[in-house]
Nanobody, 112 residues
Framework: QVQLVESGGGLVQPGGSLRLSCVVS????????MAWYRQAPGNQRELVAT???????TYSDSVKGRFTISRDNAKNTVYLQMNSLKFEDTAVYYC??????WGEGTLVTVSL
């Protein structure tokens, strides 16, 4: 059974930073690409960043230069380092693995 568990969300002021983590179990983590999505209230879920099994990364235009996706295969974990956070980054962030596997999400709130 594949499970994804996110953590690291919280309340942060504009300009601040957070690091999200997603621990994957139930599959050989190093073989799979991973992705982070987010969904703001009233909006559709959108792709934020991806990382291939070999470490190649892509980013949405809205986060490019501010967010960094990375992985630690020894820990079965994918990370999302978020810097220079903006109000519009407020959303529930979800970890995704191929085969339509999702975590339950972690809430990031950017507010004064």
């Amino acid at each position: 059974q594949v499970q994804l568990v996110e953590s690291g969300g919280g309340l942060v002021q504009p300009g601040g930073s957070l690091r999200l983590s997603c621990v994957v179990s139930g599959r050989i983590f190093r073989l799979y690409a991973m992705a982070w999505y987010r969904q703001a209230p009233g909006n559709q879920r959108e792709l934020v960043a991806t990382i291939t099994s070999r470490g190649t990364t892509t980013y949405s235009d809205s986060v490019k230069g501010r967010f960094t996706i990375s992985r630690d295969n020894a820990k079965n974990t994918v990370y999302l380092q978020m810097n220079s956070l903006k109000f519009e980054d407020t959303a529930v962030y979800y970890c995704n693995s191929p085969g339509n596997y999702w975590g339950e999400g972690t809430l990031v709130t950017v507010s004064l």
